[in-house]
Antibody, heavy 122, light 106 residues
């Protein structure tokens, strides 16, 4: 059973950075991509980017290029997302997800964490 | 970027009815299409992938069809547990993109 456990809610000021974590409980940590998908209040879903831990560079949606960075710690099976230069419109729930297809860069999201609420407010 | 368009945005239906949700891609995504169900305050749940493959535990009353640019999710004999928001997602090309969702309400 795959479990994704995310860090707690964050309240940040515009212009600051936030770093979220996602601990992945699975015996195939490096075989599947871990992505972040966000959902602004009352809105749809938006893919931020994904990384296959310890295997290749992360892939980011163009809307976040230059502001986001994913890192992974294989020893703790944790993936981190740092989002910089926060804006009011970054206020959203950020879901950590795991791909449903092994070893590919194009995938659907088979497993979801409960989400981390990030609020950007002065 | 492939734009996914879902219609309608909202659908009022009654338990026991059959409903069909539509998802259209701005260019062909072949068979690389997934559907998710989301209930208030919860994370989305994968329902279907590769258009028509139900994820583990998804009831047989859910059926996915289509290919290329036009896709449908049909739910037969709606149950109270099915009233939620449904999203489609293409994974044929980067960036991975979602439709705007269809809300099923009683």
């Amino acid at each position: 059973q795959v479990q994704l456990v995310e860090s707690g809610a964050e309240l940040k000021k515009p212009g600051s950075s936030v770093k979220l974590s996602c601990r992945v409980s699975t015996d195939t940590f490096t075989s599947y991509a871990i992505s972040w998908v966000r959902q602004a209040p009352g809105q749809g879903l938006e893919w931020v980017g994904g990384v296959r831990p310890t295997f290749g560079a992360p892939n980011y949606a163009q809307a976040f290029q230059g502001r986001v960075a994913f890192t992974a710690d294989e020893s703790t099976q944790t993936v981190y997302m740092e989002l910089r230069a926060l804006r009011f419109e970054d206020t959203a729930v950020y879901f950590c997800t795991r791909a449903g297809i092994m070893a590919t860069a194009n995938y659907f999201f088979a497993y979801w964490g409960r989400g981390t609420r990030v609020t950007v407010s002065p | 970027e492939i734009v996914m368009t879902q219609s309608p945005a909202m659908l009022s239906v009654s338990p026991g009815e059959r409903v069909t949700l539509s998802c259209r891609a701005s260019q062909s995504v072949r068979l690389n299409l997934a559907w998710y169900q989301q209930k208030p305050g919860q994370a989305p749940r994968l329902l279907m992938y590769s258009v028509a493959t139900r994820d583990t535990g998804v009831p047989a009353r859910f059926r996915g069809t289509g290919s290329g640019t036009d896709f449908s999710l049909t739910i037969n004999s709606l149950q109270s547990d099915d009233f939620a928001v449904y999203f489609c997602q293409q994974y044929d090309q980067w960036p991975l993109t979602f439709g705007g969702g269809t809300k099923l309400e009683i």
